[in-house]
Nanobody, 127 residues
């Protein structure tokens, strides 16, 4: 099985900082872009941030100016730096690998990666 794994979550006070990490559980050989999502109890999963292989980044409006996504290609790891955390940021944060927009052919092995979700890492922000 190939999947992404998240880490770095935990309890933090409002105004605090966390850095989440997302990495493949093993070498995949796949090309992929990365997206961060979050989901609070009884709420729908929502997009937080994304980064493409070409370095293009995107952010949901509610995190602009506070969160920064980056990647370390040598480590095949994506980071989500979260500053000025608010209680409403409390959620399970998930990392997802998605196929690049210009990729039209890929293996079933990579499809397994694209179709999977990480186990998530819990972020709890107290006031």
């Amino acid at each position: 099985q190939v999947q992404v794994v998240e880490s770095g979550g935990g309890p933090v006070q409002a105004g605090g900082t966390l850095r989440l990490s997302c990495a493949a559980s093993r070498y995949t050989g796949c090309k992929y872009d990365v997206r961060w999502y979050r989901q609070a109890p009884e709420k729908e999963r929502e997009f937080v941030s994304g980064i493409d292989r070409d370095g293009t980044t995107s952010y949901a409006d509610f995190v602009k100016g506070r969160f920064t996504i980056s990647q370390d290609n040598a480590k095949n790891t994506v980071y989500l730096q979260m500053n000025s955390l608010k209680p409403e940021d409390t959620a399970m944060y998930y990392c997802k690998a998605v196929p690049p927009k210009d990729l039209t052919v890929y293996s079933s092995w990579c499809l397994q990666l694209y179709n999977s979700w990480g186990q998530g890492t819990q972020v709890t922000v107290s006031s």
